[in-house]
């Protein structure tokens, strides 16, 4: 007779066949990555053989087919009725002797290594399951808690019943699986008393969108089921792979989720439990438990260290659930799966943009999943029993959609709901249907109306918005596979670092501007000074907001430092080890009053474009302090996360003396010029700038021209004035006279010069007169990039058989 149990210390990934995609995995770690630290809870796993033996022991086969057999496999209208069926007839007879006997057998191994009162995992592994073309993600039951003989044999029951869930039932059907052909196998593992501490879900690359190069860890207080059914909003830590052992500290971003159920073990029940869910309760976390993150650094670094190795070890990007054990404050691995979505439905070879042409009343807002946009008819449904109530196309409003929403989710055009996290497995499974999602709005249901046309945009970003109406917008599909590189380089202009993973893919030779100031004006919103002296904000509203938004932080001065240093390192991962040219911040003194608390430390300015603004600010008393934050979190950035490939640039320097002067204060505060390989650009906006390139060069290392500012100054012309736009303009000779002034000069210097800007890409001509006079790398908006790129390939090819048309 076949054995009916395999102990882990037995099973590796060559048994997928006889203990599911689950167990294997289980098994292979617990032999292969325990010895070399990664922790994997021991255990054992019943057979293929021991799920046939009971079919066939109680004649189930044939009345499993007929049951199955009536399934409306087009509507699915009956598939309720059809799992409800199979699931009574399974738990309707009793496990053969000879596999209760088994079982217990690995119970009594377990027990003599671990004590007579150990608390089990009970989870449902399928033979077809954890391929890398299906994730059968959250299709099967698990059961924690699981403690005494008894209750052993009905969670293992229970198990076999869960193969017929309404939810596995469609997706087998759905991904061509035969029902009689995939068997089941229950793992048997001893708990993590993740109860008491946390628990999470850890991808090795982006799960949004396919970037190879973060594992990011998401993670709640107690068990970890909350995660899956997506019933509470996660924290999350993203940890940049190429410096995990090779910097002081690889996380690159951390956001605070709300936390708000806990799931633990139920008080201890004597006998048998009616429900081998009964051992579990969802309790509300305690606030101050809510404002905490779930791990510490050093936690989140040695996960992310484990999950680089189970990749490396499986030669692929993987999922991963962890625990951490409360009573021993150790960290587990308790599953690990290849990843399903990126690897089949990610074509790297188009780049698809989507673009709102006109943005109408937002309803709500989440986390959004897929980067497209669609617009449908909203269907608020409270129970996956409303199936029917959802029409093809329709949007998906609810509260959340753990895996009994699954058998819908393929007739929804989107899902939007009040729970959940990009990590959760409904979020995966959305990715894996192809739906765009919205989730952890926390109010959809009250702002959207069932019947309701909306817009559900996920093109902006990590955040997912929902419209009012039907939106009209547009997509843009390139083939970035026939496209050739010139030899000048594109780089990009970016401020939003939710789009940079995206937009990485693009055919790019790094950043050539990165605008600080839209950073502070959306990730921090608070003026630095009004941290740094947060004693003299008067205003109490302004007050109460800086209080809020840094209650986290003991020093509100690491808020900002914190805040800029992890948006800038996200932007210099996305493109690492290519350049990424970080300008310090631009505001003016009016732009800066915007900022809370920010009218109390800005001067009145008549003129605020030509006043205090640039390298004239950095030194100045009025803000001298609050460049020193932007300079520690630039240090942070390159010293300790390790992102050296960021370069700094200062903006606005009037004269050679006012450079030395910022040159020397960015030293005092840590940022030496050639330290680490650190180079300092300056901005071309200036005359004096073009008139002393060869002097500036001195004291930088490159430039960067701003074609706006340097119109503007060259002409006298205010350049947000409609009354003067016939005279402001790029082709204007005295404005190119000083660009080609600069690029000459800066030949002499061997100093590096780029330009940003949208006239390349609107202006075939223009990007010919750039690559003509030799300009190392022009800079553009995503949305324009393609049509600058054809410009200087255009452009070059030209170059040595036509003169400038300019």
């Not at 959340?400 to 497995?425: C, F, M, N, Y």
């Not at 918005?465 to 010139?486: C, F, N, Q, R």
């Amino acid at each position: 007779m076949a054995p009916f149990i395999k102990l882990f210390k037995d099973i590796s990934y060559q048994d997928l066949s006889k203990v599911g995609g689950k167990n294997a995995s289980l098994g292979e770690m617990y032999n292969q990555l325990n010895p070399e630290g990664i922790k994997v809870p021991d255990g054992y796993a019943t057979t293929s053989d021991a799920y046939w033996h009971f079919l066939e022991h109680n004649n189930l086969k044939e009345q499993l087919k007929t049951i199955l057999g009536r399934l409306d496999t087009e509507q699915f209208k009956n598939l309720s009725e059809v799992g409800k069926q199979a699931r009574e007839l399974i738990l309707s007879v009793d496990f053969p002797e000879e596999i209760r006997q088994q079982i217990e057998e690995g119970y009594t191994y377990l027990q003599s290594e671990y004590g007579d009162k150990i608390s089990l995992a009970v989870r449902s592994s399928a033979t077809a399951e954890d391929l890398p073309t299906a994730s059968f993600a959250g299709q099967l039951e698990t059961y924690l808690n699981v403690s005494g003989l008894n209750n052993l044999y009905k969670a293992c029951h229970h198990s076999y019943a869960s193969l017929f869930t309404d939810r596995a039932i469609k997706y087998r059907v759905d991904n061509n699986f035969e029902h009689m052909q995939v068997a089941l196998s229950v793992g048997v593992q001893v708990m993590v008393r993740s109860d008491k501490a946390c628990s999470g879900v850890m991808f090795t690359l982006d799960p949004d969108t396919g970037f190879e190069k973060v594992i990011v860890i998401s993670g709640s207080w107690g068990l970890g089921e909350n995660i899956v059914q997506g019933a509470v909003n996660t924290d999350e830590f993203v940890v940049f792979e190429p410096m995990l052992g090779n910097a002081k500290q690889p996380i690159i971003s951390r956001k605070l989720g709300s936390k708000a159920k806990t799931m633990v073990y139920a008080e201890k029940q004597e006998g048998e439990l009616q429900n081998p869910t009964d051992a579990i309760l969802n309790i509300d976390t305690p606030p101050e438990k809510q404002e905490v993150f779930v791990l510490q650094d050093e936690e989140v670094v040695q996960l992310a260290k484990w999950g680089k190795r189970i990749e490396e070890h499986y030669k692929q990007a993987m999922d991963i659930e962890w625990a951490k054990d409360g009573e021993s404050g150790e960290l587990f691995i308790v599953q690990a799966r290849p990843e399903t979505v990126q690897s089949q439905h990610k074509d790297q070879a188009f780049f698809t943009e989507y673009t709102l042409k006109d943005e109408g009343t937002i309803l709500t807002s989440g986390i959004g999943l897929s980067n497209r946009i669609v617009s449908g008819v909203a269907r608020i449904l409270h129970s996956p029993k409303e199936i029917d109530k959802l029409q093809e196309g329709e949007v998906l409003v609810t509260r959340k959609t753990d895996p009994d929403w699954d058998p819908i989710l393929k007739k929804a055009v989107a899902i939007v709901t009040e729970q959940g996290g990009r990590t959760s497995h409904a979020a995966i499974v959305a990715r894996e249907v192809g739906a765009v999602a919205v989730l952890g709005t926390n109010d959809a249901t009250k702002k959207i109306q069932d019947g309701q046309q909306v817009t559900v945009s996920t093109a902006g970003g990590e955040t997912g918005y929902v419209y009012e109406g039907e939106l009209e917008w547009e997509e843009t599909k390139t083939d970035m596979s026939k496209l050739e590189k010139p030899d000048t380089k594109a780089m990009l202009i970016l401020g939003d670092p939710e789009q940079a993973f995206k937009y990485s893919f693009l055919p790019n030779d790094g950043v050539g501007l990165m605008r600080m100031e839209f950073i502070i004006n959306n990730a921090i919103q608070i003026h630095p000074m009004a941290l740094k002296r947060f004693e003299k904000v008067e205003d109490q509203e302004a007050r109460e907001k800086i209080e809020q938004l840094t209650h986290h932080y003991a020093n509100k001065e690491n808020y900002f430092v914190d805040k800029l240093a992890e948006a800038t390192a996200v932007v210099a991962a996305a493109f690492y080890p290519k350049d990424v040219i970080v300008r310090m911040s631009d505001f003016k003194s009016n732009e800066y009053a915007n900022l809370i608390g920010g009218r109390k430390f800005e001067p009145e300015e008549s003129n605020p474009m030509i006043g205090l603004r640039g390298a004239s600010r950095y030194y100045h008393p009025l803000y001298q302090e609050g460049f020193e934050l932007e300079c520690r979190a630039m240090k942070k950035v390159r010293d300790e996360i390790g992102l050296t490939n960021i370069k700094l640039m200062i903006p606005f320097c009037r004269t050679v003396d006012e450079g030395k002067k910022v040159i020397d204060l960015m030293a005092n505060y840590g940022l030496k010029r050639g330290d680490n390989g650190l180079e300092v650009y300056v901005m071309v906006e200036i005359p004096s700038n073009a008139l002393l390139a060869e002097q500036f060069a001195e004291i930088f290392d490159g430039f960067s021209i701003g074609s706006n500012d340097l119109t503007q100054l060259t002409l006298g012309a205010d350049r947000d004035s409609g009354l003067l736009s016939d005279i402001f303009s790029p082709f204007d000779e005295a404005v190119q006279q000083l660009i080609v002034m600069t690029l000459e000069k800066a030949k002499k210097t061997g100093t590096k010069v780029g330009l940003c800007g949208q006239a390349p890409s609107d202006y075939p001509e223009y990007a010919a007169f750039l690559v003509e006079h030799g300009i190392d790398s022009i800079s553009f908006n995503p949305d324009a990039f393609f049509r600058g790129l054809n410009n200087m390939l255009q452009a070059e090819k030209e170059r040595n058989t036509a003169p400038s048309k300019v």
